[in-house]
Nanobody, 113 residues
Framework: QVQLVESGGGLVQPGGSLRLSCAIS????????IAWYRQVPGKMREWVTG???????NYNDFVKGRFTVSRDNAANMLYLQMNKLELDDTAVYYC???????WGQGTQVTVSA
């Protein structure tokens, strides 16, 4: 059973930055698409960004130019560098490995003045 542990969230002012990490275990991420999602209470979980093994990334329009996803295949890690954070980025952020119906506990990101 794949396990996902997200970390790096916190409280930041608008315009600030955070770097999220996701440690993935019980599966080798090589060859798998992995992604970040986020969820606000009362709303559907939404896809933020994802990345293939060779580093090809795609982004939801609302984070383009501000967020950068990366991965370390050897370490089984996924990262999300978030810059120019906005109030609407406040959410719990989750990572997910494609084809596995498993979620971690998420990490809370709060953007507030």
């Amino acid at each position: 059973q794949v396990q996902l542990v997200e970390s790096g969230g916190g409280l930041v002012q608008p315009g600030g930055s955070l770097r999220l990490s996701c440690a993935i275990s019980e599966t080798d991420i090589y060859g798998k698409y992995i992604a970040w999602y986020r969820q606000v209470p009362g709303k559907m979980r939404e896809w933020v960004t994802g990345i293939t093994t060779d580093g090809t990334a795609n982004y939801n329009d609302f984070v383009k130019g501000r967020f950068t996803v990366s991965r370390d295949n050897a370490a089984n890690m996924l990262y999300l560098q978030m810059n120019k954070l906005e109030l609407d980025d406040t959410a719990v952020y989750y990572c997910k490995v494609a084809k596995f119906a498993v979620w971690g506990q998420g990490t809370q990101v709060t953007v507030s003045a």
